[in-house]
């Protein structure tokens, strides 16, 4: 094949969010802009990660993704990348992507040194919908924000990229190697088998032991046996016009057959049900009529996983979660004297704490959880947490007959640490300059406390007051880089928390998301409803932030 150099110019607004760059798909297939985004990224990383390496490209197979690929093996064989690895059908979930990339060995013996990962996550697909591009580095994890900062530059400067026009497409759907013969000597496309390299290392981390015997009678008896225990298991383009999000708003199905929903007619839910979402980087754990929030859950897997867990019998190196994620996971930290951090949304913040060796159990509110097996969320690795800690807390009782069941495992968790109330209301697709405004409302008021407790009291004086107020920073402790602007958090007299952040990861207009939470550590007063419990710090929040009059809204678009 021939090099071509391309002409072109910068579009704007190309600049990664949480977690890549998301637009519409009608943005996405504007001419050369993916090519630039592509080229901007190469650009941004030295010629050792590029000349002569190996490159993963695949994600959740949305739509679009089929001709991504094809653009950026072109440009992969253009730019001097020697072998491009490729999931069958360009299928890999996020965290298979960042076990090939530490894990797979080539025919040559070599590793790959970086992975474009398409998707969009949670956020719905189709031609109307989402797509979106990511970069992960050598460690498996998500590009820093050094080098996502390095690309958006290199988007609003670049002026041409390279690609191999001449070269044929690839047929995808067929596993094997396909070689060509390029200007810097050979190249090669392989197509590989999407779930070998993580099915091997979930096999390792998880299914050894105890685990094993639930991991096959769920896996294998249950779900392989009967396919009715599968939902929604077939990869479409569109996600089947759904949201790919595993909560209770978007995830309806599952939460009616767990008996959550308000038509529970079909007898008893079954003892454990999970979602993910459409890159399976999230997860949702249900108990029967149970519902486990994402902060609790990460918490119960750090007190546990020492004993139940194989992969953690050597101890935990320490703990993390993101700023707005609730302190439940603190209180373990505190207890079991582990190392503990918090970072800013987005998994990219977790990957320095693991490659230090700080930290091995991680999550955010946001349905995210993992460890140090991979550098992403991981959802099945939730999910076989879970099965994990379950079959431990049942591994005197195989017969079943007093099932230790996710509800009663949590309400320990609660009894004994005590439990942190919470939810966040996220206001979807608000007007930007609305959101901006209300943001900077808030910055400015979180430095006067008087007027915040007048306002406080003013709404509901059963809620206590407003002790400290910033704006959240990071500095990471490993590469001392700092990340500001990471949003605005109250804290409160007896431990209650709001915080207020903008989303990263919407392709339209703004989305504000407030989280809100409450300690609780009186064991009679943790079995409350939420909802119910939560009610007057979420009054607060609102008229604090002064929601209706900046958004218009006066109600959230999603509550979880
Ligand atoms: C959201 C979540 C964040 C998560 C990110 C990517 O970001 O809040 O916790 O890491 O999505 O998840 P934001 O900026 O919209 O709040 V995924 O599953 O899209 O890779
Ligand atoms: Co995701």
Redesign the pocket.
């Known amino acids: 094949f021939k090099v071509n150099r391309v002409e072109t110019k910068p579009y704007d607004g190309q600049k990664p969010?949480?977690?890549g760059l998301r637009k519409k798909v009608k943005v996405f297939i504007q001419p050369h802009y993916l090519q630039n985004f592509v080229q901007a990224t190469f650009n941004a990383l030295s010629a050792d990660k590029i000349k002569g390496k190996t490159l993963v490209v695949s994600g959740d197979g949305r739509y679009f993704s089929k001709e991504a690929i094809q653009i950026i093996i072109k440009m992969s064989a253009a730019n001097g990348v020697k072998c491009v690895w490729v999931g069958q059908n360009g299928l890999l979930s996020?965290p298979a992507v960042s076990a090939v990339i530490r894990e797979r060995v080539g025919k040559d013996g070599s590793k790959a040194s970086g992975a474009f990962i398409l998707?969009?996550?949670?956020?719905p697909g189709g031609p109307n919908e989402d797509f979106g591009i990511k970069y992960n580095m050598e460690n498996g994890g998500p590009a820093p924000e050094g080098v996502t900062d390095k690309i958006y530059e290199n988007t609003t400067t670049i002026k041409d990229y390279l690609i191999a026009e001449d070269l044929p497409d690839v047929d995808i759907s067929k596993i094997g190697v396909s070689s060509f013969s390029g200007p810097d000597g050979p190249f090669e496309v392989e197509v590989f088998d999407s779930t070998e390299t993580y099915v091997k290392l979930m096999n390792y981390d998880a299914l050894h032991g105890v685990a094993g015997v639930y991991a096959k009678r769920i896996f294998l008896e249950e779900l392989g046996a009967s396919e009715s225990s599968l939902l929604n298991c077939t990869p479409k383009e569109d996600f089947g016009g759904g949201h790919p999000d595993p909560n209770l708003t978007y995830a309806k199905e599952l939460v009616q057959r767990m008996g959550l929903g308000k038509s529970n007619t079909e007898g008893e839910p079954p003892e454990f049900g999970a979602a993910a979402?459409g890159?399976a980087?999230?997860n949702m754990i249900l108990g029967k009529r149970f519902f486990v929030t994402p902060s609790d859950s990460v918490a119960i897997i750090a007190a546990n996983a020492v004993g139940a867990i194989p992969y953690f019998s050597g101890g935990l190196k320490g703990v993390a979660r993101?700023m707005?994620t609730s302190a439940a996971l603190d209180v373990v930290a505190q207890h079991l004297n582990l190392k503990f951090f918090e970072v800013p949304?987005?998994?990219k913040f977790f990957g320095n704490l693991m490659d230090a060796g700080l930290c091995s159990i991680c999550g955010?509110?946001?349905f995210?959880t993992g460890s140090d097996h991979v550098r992403e969320?991981d959802g099945i690795w939730a999910v076989l947490a879970w099965l994990a800690i379950l079959a431990h807390k049942n591994k005197d009782n195989l017969s079943g007959e007093k099932l230790v069941s996710v509800e009663d495992i949590v309400r320990q968790h609660w009894a004994t640490y005590g439990r942190h109330y919470y939810t966040r209301y996220d206001y979807e697709n608000v007007d930007a300059g609305g959101a901006k405004e209300l943001m900077a409302y808030l910055v400015n008021l979180q430095s006067k406390l008087d007027e915040v407790n007048k306002i406080v009291k003013g709404v509901r004086s059963d809620v206590s007051n407003v002790i400290r107020a910033d704006e959240f920073e990071y500095k990471d402790p490993v590469d001392s880089s700092v990340s500001k602007h990471q949003g605005i958090r109250y804290f409160f007299e007896d431990g209650s928390r709001l915080v207020f952040?903008l989303?990263?990861?919407?392709s339209e207009g703004a989305?504000i998301?407030v989280y809100i939470e409450q300690y609780e550590k009186d064991p009679a007063k943790t079995g409350r409803d939420s909802q119910e419990a939560l009610k007057p710090l979420v009054d607060v929040a609102i008229k604090l932030s002064k929601m209706q009059e900046f958004t218009g809204r006066s109600e959230p678009t999603v509550i979880t």
């Open positions: 969010g949480t977690s996020t998707t969009a996550s949670h956020n979402d890159d980087d999230r993101s707005p949304t987005g998994w955010e509110e946001s995210g969320k952040r989303s990263g990861t919407g989305t998301r």
